[in-house]
T-cell receptor, first 112, second 116 residues
Framework: DTGVSQDPRHKITKRGQNVTFRCDPI?????LYWYRQTLGQGPEFLTY????????KSRLLSDRFSAERPKGSFSTLEIQRTEQGDSAMYLC??????????FGPGTRLTVT | QKEVEQNSGPLSVPEGAIASLNCTYS??????FFWYRQYSGKSPELIMS????GDKEDGRFTAQLNKASQYVSLLIRDSQPSDSATYLC????????????????FGKGTHLIIQP
């Protein structure tokens, strides 16, 4: 049973560029979550999918952020017109019947 | 607004002693409680979940929940240098009628140092 995987692991981009991250959940996990973590803080919830339906979005998820999970398998998180304040670790987690969430290794985004 | 509070530390404990980590939460509707361990530069790793009042033991780890006091704790027995990490407390309020998990609310974490 492989864990949650995320790609890329690191991304450096210039302010104003668009970036897209991918998350592959643990196989058979129907729930997928995106979080953002900055230094010295706990992860902050961004959005949540059950199968392909996006069920919850945090107010942290501005209009520049969009997430998809077509076919209920992998998910993508896109940030448009990146800002320096978007620099963070973007974490993906998945869960099945219980609400125990398992995290992937994260994508570290640096906006210059 | 959901809030989870933890002492940021650092909490320094001698090797072999018991480390005690504490967490309080504000939302009385919280139903699920989790402890994650996070090493520097790595992602959080789930170590304990607890859903009902009382104690839950798993190896060297014991989670304690007191919903009346809105308090969750994690005890680590026989602390080892490899236990040195940041411990994150997380809570979940199940708001959707379909059940399942919503987004977790995390505390800022407690930095634990086990001194050899």
């Amino acid at each position: 049973d492989t864990g949650v995987s995320q790609d890329p692991r690191h991304k450096i981009t210039k302010r104003g560029q668009n970036v897209t991250f991918r998350c592959d959940p643990i196989s058979e996990h129907n729930r997928l979550y995106w979080y953002r973590q900055t230094l010295g803080q706990g992860p902050e919830f961004l959005t949540y999918f059950q199968n392909e339906a996006q069920l919850e979005k945090s107010r942290l998820l501005s209009d520049r952020f969009s997430a998809e999970r077509p076919k209920g398998s992998f998910s993508t998180l896109e940030i448009q017109r990146t800002e320096q304040g978007d620099s963070a670790m973007y974490l993906c987690a998945s869960s099945l019947a219980t609400d125990e969430q398992y995290f992937g290794p994260g994508t570290r985004l640096t906006v210059t | 607004q959901k809030e989870v509070e933890q002492n940021s530390g650092p909490l320094s404990v001698p090797e072999g002693a018991i480390a005690s980590l504490n967490c309080t939460y504000s939302d009385r509707g919280s139903q699920s409680f989790f402890w994650y361990r996070q090493y520097s530069g790595k992602s959080p790793e789930l170590i304990m979940s607890i859903y009902s009042n009382g104690d839950k033991e798993d190896g060297r780890f014991t989670a304690q929940l007191n919903k009346a006091s809105q308090y969750v704790s994690l005890l680590i027995r026989d602390s080892q240098p490899s236990d040195s990490a940041t411990y994150l407390c997380a809570v979940n309020v199940l708001e959707f009628t379909g059940g399942g998990a919503d987004g977790l609310t995390f505390g800022k974490g407690t930095h634990l140092i086990i001194q050899p």
